[in-house]
């Protein structure tokens, strides 16, 4: 560790450029070599606690999605006893992590940043491709570009945090100071498979902010959080600051969750499990050594709502991308649609005829604009929607599905009558998206039906040229969507410039890429040096006036000598 005498500040960040992979480029060669020869591979993946290689001999398969015969991976299955381990190991690491400078516990991440820009974005992006079936355009905005961005702006909001002190007020003849520690304990992370950027931010972000961590990635994308290990403990990371401990989410989490120093959950899943998670640590409370913080992003059923005046090509655009993208498996894809009848003919010809042109299928062929769904549990739970919409006659375009190579659904467009219909309120988490054709002359009423249909509150949309009317969405939906967008599709948040998150069933609102996450991993000290500290217990307003004294008021008169009296400048607080 290097000790520098000056005030460190982190190199400011911008937000990585996305690359094309435009035929022809450099880019798009060296990515489908990469592919190549990753599929030709089978890698074995073992547990990592304290820095050791972990191998138990329960393994599991990586597989491809769309290909689900072909594995990538074979996993080792942690076991409660090695979840107790890293637990351990988490404690010893924290001794030493915790009192490192921030700024060197920054460089990390800087050094991570810089290395996936460069030397492992190919290996980063294949591995999202090949293993969570993203299109190598989802793989770059998410494995890539945002994931540089956490790694980057971070360090940056970090540092504002530690020069945020308090005051010292001139001739008060003190120092006040705040003191950042981490949290005391370990900080359990549970990370989803639909971005590698939030598996790459659940466990550094605690981390960055002197934290230790026991991290449980999701099995269904073993092997991107793999290569994410790799490639920090090669930007520098101490063994055991980071324990990596892929297994039975229920069995590892019996052990963290219910363990003396569980100091924090960061979370992103389905609200069930966060649900879960949060009703057995309000259970246990007696147990825990300070209260953990619970920091969680879960479902979304995000909206679109188009006003009479709005634009039916950027409408339609919006219901494609926003709905279909990395087959709406984005915690903020668009899932219900409000349109006008007098706009909903126009927009359903428009979004049918890009829906029609769109490929479904293997994202190695990069005019592929869908790969395959994540598993087969998804597979079945998207197609039973399918199946209800189909019974009630309201497909519109798409419904098909296939499995037997890959977990394949069409991108599927739902007409509903009924807004108040399973498939207008429950979350898909799939390529379908259904709309409800509302009277022109209802938008007020329309509004507070956005508002009340879904439990959840992470994206929503209003597309309207009239300023009014975006005005009163903005008011009517305030508490519908964490991130509101306005003439723009649900998705696409960037870091450092759309905070994200959502309340209500949307999750705890803690925003991810902002310096409000950061927060919550840190436990706030105040600390006040006295240079002059007072000698006499007793205040100017217990001395004795002249009349007091010849009223015969009690009261001892100063003695000749003594030390002066504090003054009305001294800051005394009440508490």
């Not at 991440?109 to 190919?122: E, K, N, Q, S, V």
């Not at 190598?136 to 504002?160: K, M, S, T, V």
């Not at 992103?268 to 920091?295: C, D, E, H, K, L």
């Not at 087969?376 to 309201?394: L, N, P």
Request: hydrophobic share 45%.
């Amino acid at each position: 560790m290097t000790t520098f005498a000056g005030v460190p500040r982190v190199p400011a960040p911008v937000n990585e450029p996305v690359r094309s992979y435009a035929p022809g480029s450099p880019e798009r060669r060296s990515l489908k070599a990469r592919l190549a020869a990753m599929a030709a591979e089978r890698v074995d993946i073992p547990i990592i606690i304290g820095g050791r290689e972990i191998r138990t001999g329960d393994v599991r398969q990586a597989v491809m999605p769309h290909d689900h015969r072909h594995v990538l991976a074979d996993w080792h299955q942690a076991t409660p006893e090695l979840t107790a381990r890293a637990i351990d190991a988490a404690a010893e690491a924290h001794r030493e992590w915790s009192r490192w400078p921030w700024a060197e516990r920054a460089a990390v991440l800087l050094r991570a940043a810089d290395l996936l820009a460069t030397t492992h974005r190919d290996t980063l992006n294949a591995a999202t491709m090949l293993g969570q079936s993203k299109t190598a355009f989802q793989a770059e905005i998410d494995a890539a570009a945002e994931l540089i961005d956490f790694w980057r702006f971070n360090p940056a909001f970090a540092q504002q945090l530690y020069e945020d002190q308090p005051l010292s007020p001139p001739g008060a003849g003190a120092w006040n100071q705040l003191d950042y520690r981490a949290l005391e304990g370990f900080v359990y992370a549970v990370t989803p498979f639909n971005f590698t950027s939030i598996a790459g931010n659940l466990p550094t972000a605690p981390m960055l902010m002197g934290n230790t961590v026991v991290w449980k990635p999701a099995s269904s994308a073993m092997l991107s959080a793999y290569y994410l290990m790799r490639l920090l403990e090669a930007a520098g990371l101490p063994p055991g600051v980071i324990n990596f401990v892929p297994g039975d989410a229920a069995a590892i989490s019996q052990v963290a969750l219910g363990h003396h120093d569980l100091a924090g959950v960061h979370f992103t899943g389905s609200t069930a499990v966060f649900n879960a998670m949060w009703q057995t640590i309000g259970s246990t409370m007696s147990r825990y050594r300070s209260y953990p913080r619970v920091v969680g992003e879960t479902g979304g059923k995000d909206f679109i709502v188009a006003h009479a005046s709005a634009d039916p090509q950027a409408l339609a655009v919006a219901i494609v991308r926003g709905a279909f993208e990395y087959q709406g498996q984005k915690c903020s894809a668009a899932s219900r649609v409000y349109v006008p009848t007098s706009l909903w003919p126009d927009v359903r010809d428009r979004a049918v005829a890009m829906m029609r042109e769109i490929r479904v299928g293997d994202v190695a062929d990069f005019r592929t604009f869908m790969g395959a769904v994540i598993d087969a549990r998804a597979y079945a739970k998207i197609t039973g929607y399918i199946a209800e919409a189909r019974r009630a006659g309201t497909i519109v375009q798409g419904g098909g599905a296939r499995d037997e190579v890959g977990y394949f659904v069409e991108p599927t467009l739902v007409e509903s009558s009924d807004p108040g219909a399973r498939i207008m309120c429950e979350e898909i988490f799939g390529p379908v998206v259904s709309v409800h054709p509302y009277p022109d002359a209802r938008w007020a009423e329309t509004l507070a039906l956005v508002d009340r249909t879904s439990p959840y509150a992470l994206t929503g949309a209003v597309f309207a040229r009239d300023r009014a009317a975006v005005g009163q969405a903005a008011e009517a939906l305030r508490n519908a969507a964490g991130n509101f967008y306005i003439n723009d599709k649900p998705t696409g948040a960037v870091v450092g410039q759309q905070p994200f998150g959502g309340g209500r069933a949307s999750g705890t609102n803690d925003k991810a890429g902002s310096k409000l996450n950061l927060v919550r991993w840190i436990s706030a000290r105040a600390v006040k040096e006295t240079f002059a500290p007072p000698r006499d217990f007793r205040y100017p307003s217990m001395d004795e006036a002249p009349d007091e004294r010849a009223a015969g008021a009690v009261g001892a008169a100063s003695s000749a000598g003594e030390e002066p009296r504090r003054t009305a400048r001294e800051p005394v607080g009440a508490r």
